[in-house]
Nanobody
């Protein structure tokens, strides 16, 4: 059974940086597409950044130019470098993964595996 474990959340002031990491356990298969989502209380889960099976990426407009998604060759780890953080970036961030998806997607319904989430808090 595949498990996703996130780390790296925390609290930071506006303008600061954080780096989130996600490690995938339980499968040596490299045919994974992975992504980061975020959610605030009372709101739907929002796609932040995604990495497709062959390495192509996609970003939400709200984070373009500030966030960078990256993964290792085996798609076992997925990082999200977050720079110039804003208070509106405050949320619980989730790592997600799905097999055999060529292109990156910010649609949460397309992912089958989810981590437990890590909290990011940005103060003004």
């Amino acid at each position: 059974q595949v498990q996703l474990l996130e780390s790296g959340g925390g609290s930071v002031q506006a303008g600061g940086s954080l780096r989130l990491s996600c490690t995938r356990f339980g499968s040596t298969d490299t045919n994974w597409s992975m992504a980061w989502f975020r959610q605030t209380p009372g709101n739907q889960r929002e796609g932040v950044a995604a990495s497709g099976r062959f390495g192509s990426t996609a970003y939400a407009d709200s984070v373009k130019g500030r966030f960078t998604i990256s993964s290792d060759t085996n798609k076992r780890t997925l990082d999200l470098q977050m720079n110039n953080l804003k208070p509106e970036d405050t949320a619980t961030y989730y790592c997600a993964a799905v097999r055999w998806k060529d292109f990156p997607s910010l649609d949460s319904s397309e992912y089958s595996n989810w981590g437990q989430g890590t909290q990011v808090t940005v103060s003004s």
